[in-house]
């Protein structure tokens, strides 16, 4: 059982940036793929970025450019750089872990991203 928990959500104006943690309970380099995910309110989650345990990164079209994800595996911690954010950007950011050995998802609880005017 992996446990996610997010951190660094919160409200920041529009162009600005902010960078999102997502610290796993164990070793993330035996997890195959971590990605944020998100949801704003009446929409469907769906999927921001996500990175390998290669390093392989994948953006949804309408972040690249301005959001970075990393790992650190020595901290087993993912981050989601945010940059040049805009009001559209507000949502529940979710962090997932993808265990292809059990073929298990796990997910955080989510934290609150507001971008304002």
């Known amino acids: 059982q992996v446990q996610l928990v997010e951190s660094g959500g919160g409200l920041v104006q529009a162009g600005g940036p902010l960078r999102l943690s997502c610290a796993a309970s164990e070793n993330i380099y035996s997890i195959n793929v971590m990605a944020w995910y998100r949801q704003a309110p009446g929409k469907q989650r769906e999927l921001v970025a996500a990175i390998t345990s290669g390093g392989t990164t994948n953006y949804a079209d309408s972040v690249k450019g301005r959001f970075t994800i990393s790992r650190d595996n020595a901290k087993n911690t993912v981050y989601l750089q945010m940059n040049s954010l805009k009001r559209e950007d507000t949502a529940v950011y979710y962090c997932?872990?993808?265990?292809?050995?059990?073929?298990?998802?796990?997910w955080g609880k989510g934290t609150q991203v507001t971008v304002s005017s």
């Open positions: 997932k872990a993808y265990v292809a050995g059990t073929g298990m998802n796990y």
